[in-house]
C-alpha cells in the first residue's frame, strides 16, 4: 500500500513523506491544493480555451508537410501555450465531432512562464517546498501541462519514465501531478508501480535530431516494466502526486461519463547538466525561471 499524507497544513517534506518518497518512488500528498485553487486554474484553462482560435490547430495538423508542421507545433510549445487535441475528436473529413472544451486532450508546455494565473499556481509556496525537500539544490520548473482526460473519447498513457522526456545528468526530475477534478479507477486516474523506479534505470531517452527539427525515441535498456505489480493512484481534488523522475506511471482512457482534468509541472534541478537534445528548448528570449521569478 502506498502512504498517503494529509498534506491540507503542508509545511515541508517530513521524514516520514521523504521515506515513502525513497521507497516507492512517488508521494501521494492529499488536501495539498485548496478547491479554490484548482477551480481558479480550470476557470482560467477554460477562458483561454474560448480564446483560442482552432484555425490555427486545422492548418497545422491539415498542412500538406503534415508530419514536419506537427512536429515544430510540437516543438515549439516548450515556450510556448499550444493547444493538442485528442485523436478521436476528429471526423474523416477532420472536422471536430465536439466541441472544442471537449475535443483537447491537453495545453502546453510553458504556461507556467506565459500567463499570470498559472505563473502564480505554479510557483507556489509549497511546490518550492516539496522540491527543496526532496533534494532539488535549484529547482527550474522547466514543463506544465493542463491534462482534460476528457470523457468517452481519448486513449490510455502508456508507461513510461518522465525522465525519458526530461533528461538531466544526473537524473533529477520532479513531477508534480495535481488533481484539479477527482481522479478515480472510473475515469482513468494514473497508476503506478511502486518501488518500480529501483529495478532498472531509465528505459528510453526522448532526443532532438541533431538538425533540431524532430524528436526521436532511443531505446537505452530493454528492462520491461513490471505491470502487473501496478496500483492505482486515486486522487480526489486538490491530491498532489510527485513522481521522481524514474517512477513508472500510467493512465488508462477514460471511458466514463466524467472528465478528470488534471495539472503537471515538472521540475528540474538547476544544478545538474541538462543536454541540448533534449526535446524542450527554451529560446535566449524565454530562460527557465526559479520558484521565485
Ligand atoms: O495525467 C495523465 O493521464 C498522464 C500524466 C503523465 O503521465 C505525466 O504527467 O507524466
Given at each position: 500500500m502506498i502512504p498517503r499524507f494529509d498534506a491540507s497544513n503542508f509545511d515541508g517534506i517530513t521524514s516520514e513523506m521523504q521515506e515513502a518518497f525513497d521507497c516507492?518512488?512517488?508521494?501521494?500528498?492529499?488536501?495539498?491544493?485548496?478547491?479554490?485553487?484548482?477551480?481558479?486554474?480550470?476557470?482560467?484553462?477554460?477562458?483561454?480555451?474560448?480564446?483560442?482560435?482552432?484555425?490555427?490547430?486545422?492548418?497545422v495538423f491539415s498542412s500538406t508537410s503534415e508530419a514536419h508542421a506537427q512536429d515544430l507545433y510540437f516543438l515549439e510549445s516548450g515556450h510556448e501555450i499550444r493547444f493538442f487535441m485528442e485523436e478521436e475528436a476528429f471526423d474523416k473529413a477532420g472536422k471536430l465531432t465536439k466541441p472544442l472544451p471537449l475535443a483537447l486532450n491537453?495545453?502546453?508546455?510553458?504556461?507556467?512562464?506565459?500567463?499570470?494565473?498559472?505563473?502564480?499556481?505554479?510557483?507556489?509556496?509549497?511546490?518550492?517546498?516539496?522540491?527543496?525537500?526532496?533534494?532539488?539544490?535549484?529547482?527550474?520548473?522547466?514543463?506544465?501541462?493542463?491534462?482534460?482526460?476528457?470523457?468517452?473519447?481519448?486513449?490510455e498513457v502508456v508507461c513510461h519514465q518522465d525522465a525519458t522526456y526530461l533528461r538531466t545528468e544526473p537524473e533529477a526530475c520532479l513531477g508534480l501531478w495535481v488533481a484539479i477534478e477527482d481522479a478515480t479507477t472510473e475515469n482513468g486516474c494514473l497508476w503506478g508501480i511502486p518501488g518500480g523506479h529501483k529495478t532498472g534505470g531509465v528505459r528510453e531517452a526522448f532526443r532532438r535530431t541533431p538538425d533540431g527539427d524532430a524528436t526521436f525515441t532511443e531505446t537505452l535498456e530493454e528492462t520491461p516494466f513490471d505491470e502487473d505489480n501496478k496500483v492505482p493512484l486515486e486522487a480526489p481534488m486538490g491530491t498532489v502526486l510527485v513522481f521522481g523522475g524514474k517512477f513508472p506511471h500510467m493512465s488508462s482512457a477514460n471511458r466514463s461519463d466524467k472528465s478528470r482534468h488534471a495539472y503537471t509541472l515538472h521540475v528540474i534541478d538547476g544544478a545538474a547538466h541538462y543536454p541540448a537534445d533534449n526535446w524542450l528548448r527554451r529560446p535566449d528570449h524565454l530562460p527557465l525561471k526559479g520558484f521565485d521569478a
Open positions: 516507492n518512488g512517488v508521494l501521494v500528498l492529499d488536501g495539498l491544493v485548496s478547491a479554490e485553487m484548482c477551480d481558479r486554474l480550470k476557470t482560467r484553462m477554460a477562458e483561454m480555451v474560448d480564446s483560442f482560435d482552432t484555425r490555427e490547430h486545422r492548418s491537453k495545453v502546453g508546455h510553458a504556461m507556467h512562464d506565459l500567463d499570470d494565473t498559472f505563473s502564480r499556481f505554479a510557483r507556489q509556496k509549497a511546490f518550492r517546498l516539496i522540491c527543496e525537500g526532496l533534494g532539488q539544490k535549484k529547482p527550474l520548473p522547466l514543463q506544465s501541462m493542463y491534462i482534460f482526460k476528457q470523457p468517452h473519447i481519448g486513449g
